[in-house]
């Protein structure tokens, strides 16, 4: 349902609201690690994440079948994206938060013209609430990752990405991608599956959270058995979804999975090496590398720093948890 052409379209409807964001590179780090690293930096997007891609994607059509409002789910950069693209399309946007999400999260989403309900997160579901609110309000409800329009709007980063590599005339042997429900690494690959056929694509997870490496192991949508809290709260989903994991069963080689220290010194070594002030969620698989969880020895190596919406309190906690 989701090919390279419609990735195409809808990088053509939305390019215009969206930062090509930069690839930042390291002479220190490739020495250090042995390899080619190009980090794609979503902490410079709109909203600080790449979901305004999927957000304005999904809004855009639902606006030219003019759809005045919209529904959503989201702990937090999915609400931004979608209230950010609610906002520019004049339409109004119900977003079902969880009450512990980061303040800044909330208040940002609040900003931008959005109405916010929050719930308890592990204790009520927030599809059933958010589908209660769009059955109500005849609105339609744009899912943070099991859409095609959203899929093919994240799309667009790999697409800029894919950009970069056949610009400098490389061929990129490997590609991290953070990973929740799958609608990043989704659209990602299809980009990538494109040009470079022969890349080897990885989602990366929270270890508390890493249903997509269990499904890709499993070759089937596994659900986790128990949940345990990360920092990483825009990663914590239990179950791939059921239009992301096809995709990713078929162009991802493995998943990987990280655990909150090893991203607390991922933090810590983007901050002092780039000057990029990411949220946990955003450095997974800047971690990957740290923490020797892939041999990247002589590749060229995507990684992708997702978001950073992290606010200063907990970012100098987690550099302090880097540090100790």
Do not use: W
């Amino acid at each position: 349902m989701v090919n390279i052409s419609k990735l195409q379209d809808s990088y053509f409807r939305i390019k215009k609201f969206i930062n090509n964001t930069p690839i930042l590179t390291s002479d220190r780090m490739n020495n250090e690690f042995g390899g080619f690293f190009y980090l794609k930096n979503e902490v410079d997007q709109v909203t600080g994440s790449f979901k305004i891609r999927g957000a304005l994607s999904a809004l855009s059509n639902l606006k030219d079948k003019n759809v005045c409002g919209v529904v959503a789910y989201s702990s937090g950069n999915h609400a931004q994206g979608v209230s950010k693209a609610a906002q520019i399309f004049d339409m109004h946007a119900i977003i079902v938060m969880p009450e512990d999400a980061p303040q800044n999260k909330i208040d940002k989403t609040i900003a931008n013209g959005a109405e916010v309900v929050l719930y308890k997160r592990h204790i009520e579901s927030r599809e059933e609430i958010a589908k209660k609110i769009a059955d109500d309000k005849q609105y339609p409800l744009v899912k943070p990752f099991d859409n095609v329009d959203i899929i093919a709007g994240q799309g667009s980063f790999g697409l800029e990405a894919c950009e970069y590599f056949i610009q400098n005339n490389i061929f990129p042997d490997i590609v991290l991608s953070c990973t929740s429900g799958g609608g990043l690494v989704a659209g990602t690959s299809i980009a990538f599956k494109h040009y470079f056929p022969d890349v080897q694509i990885y989602p990366v997870e929270p270890l508390t959270c890493n249903d997509t490496e269990i499904s890709l192991k499993n070759k089937t949508r596994t659900r986790l058995k128990t949940h345990q809290n990360t920092i990483c709260d825009a990663l914590e989903v239990e179950i791939p979804g059921e239009i992301t994991f096809p995709i990713n069963l078929e162009n991802c080689t493995a998943g990987i999975s990280v655990t909150d220290e090893e991203v607390c010194k991922a933090m810590k070594y983007l901050y002092d090496e780039f000057q990029v002030k990411a949220e946990p969620s955003g450095c997974v698989s800047l971690a990957a590398v740290l923490s020797n969880k892939i041999n990247v020895k002589g590749k060229h190596v995507l990684i992708t720093i997702s978001g950073g919406n992290v606010d200063k309190h907990d970012f100098s906690k987690y550099l302090k948890l880097a540090k100790d």
